[in-house]
């Protein structure tokens, strides 16, 4: 180890320009590769190919038409308001406008309401002939024909519509895909509905919706809270190491193994969800850790010397022991996920490791190499 880190020492300090050069370089081609980045929220493509759950649920959605839930809630504000014709007719419609809808793998398989059981009573009581599987025209008959349905014993109507006959569930089921895909579609559902019943007061809810605003808002509570982080982290240092340019260079190694995750993520078929978001979050505070620690006994021995390689030769020397064993550990810790079934175990773990590795070799570089540069040699009496 001493030989390893008397190494490290004499090359950081002794290519300063270099190590900066070729790591601005590795950063400018990491954040073009990071805009590529493709966000993601698929579970089933978590699992293998033959994984028996991936599997029966891909054969379901093809079998049936789709396995995940839409609902749209229609509020007429009304007591008895669904008896109008008119609201049942634009019913239909909708069911029909619904299952038209196709977006790339995303598509509504089927769609059904408060009028696919009217239509079934009235033909029901029509001695069952096709031509009366229809929406009756009349809003007292079709009140008569809710209530003896109500009276033959039927719950099946609490499914579709409140007990007031104000408030409509309009279901439509699809194929459990990537979460960022539905969007498209929910934007032209939420619209059609919104411009179809100007009338009553719109509600769109189910797993669909629920998967879609989960990844959405992830998304964006990661861009604020990286942004919060970045700022704090960075009043700390200044803080903590008690001096302004210091302070600043400091992040330097903390954020470059950062867009190193991100530039890998870009340049490869691994796409941001919500396991792989976690990674940076985790990685900045590990390498925020070891920065404190490097910065923190290099200023000391720089005070003590005046000479910052000698600063850096004994940092690494008390300080970088640590550092390497630390990272050694957590980094097997994060590996140990390779042997994970699931993707996504498998990408965080092997993302969070390199990550970490990344965060060390920063210390061990850069951080020395932008300490020689700004820091000058004092003659010490």
């Known amino acids: ?49 033959s994984n028996p759950i991936r599997i029966a649920s891909e054969k379901l959605d093809h079998e049936m038409r789709g396995t995940i839930s839409l609902e749209v809630i229609i509020d007429t504000a009304k007591e008895n308001g669904l008896y109008e014709p008119d609201i049942l007719k634009r019913l239909e419609e909708a069911a029909a406008f619904a299952e038209a809808q196709v977006n790339g793998d995303v598509f509504v398989g089927k769609a059904w309401s408060l009028t696919t059981i009217l239509k079934e009573i ?73 411009d179809k019943f100007p009338d009553a007061d719109i509600t769109m809810t189910g797993m669909m919706v629920l998967l879609s605003k989960t990844i959405n808002n992830a998304i964006h ?62 990685a900045i505070g590990l390498a925020v850790d070891d920065t404190i620690h490097f910065m923190h006994n290099f200023r000391r021995y720089y005070e003590q010397t005046g000479d910052p390689q000698l600063a850096v030769y004994k940092t690494l020397h008390t300080t970088g022991r640590a550092m390497l064993v630390t990272t050694i550990v957590l980094s097997v810790g994060f590996f140990i996920f390779v042997f994970a079934e699931m993707n996504n175990l498998l990408n965080f773990g092997l993302l969070t490791a390199f990550t970490i590795l990344m965060a060390l070799l920063a210390d061990y570089l850069v951080a020395p190499a932008l300490m020689v540069l700004v820091n000058p040699r004092i003659a010490k009496a």
Not at 12 to 41: D, E, N, W, Y
Not at 140 to 156: I, P, R, T
Not at 224 to 245: D, E, H, N, P
């Open 1 to 49: 180890m001493d030989r390893f880190l008397t190494f490290i020492s004499h090359f950081s300090t002794g290519h300063p320009k270099a190590i900066l050069i070729t790591s601005a370089v590795v950063v400018c081609l990491s954040l073009a590769a990071a805009a590529g980045i493709r966000f993601s929220h698929a579970p089933l493509s978590w699992f293998p190919e």
């Open 122 to 194: 009235n033909r029901a009581l029509n001695e069952n002939r096709k031509e009366f599987y229809t929406i009756p025209q009349n809003k007292k008959l079709v009140a008569q024909e809710f209530l003896l349905f109500e009276n033959s014993g039927s719950d099946d109507l609490e499914d579709v519509v409140d007990s007031q006959f104000s408030k409509a569930r309009f279901s439509m089921k699809g194929p459990f895909k990537d979460a960022v895909q539905y969007a498209t579609l929910l934007n032209v559902i939420d619209r059609y509905f919104r």
């Open 221 to 282: 509570s990661m861009a604020k809270s990286y942004m919060t982080a970045l700022v704090v982290i960075t009043i700390l240092m200044i803080v903590l190491i008690g001096k302004v340019r210091i302070g600043l260079l400091s992040m330097v190694p903390n954020l470059m193994p950062i867009f190193l995750m991100l530039g890998i993520i870009g340049a490869t078929p691994i796409s941001m969800d919500l396991f792989t978001m976690m990674v940076a979050s985790i």
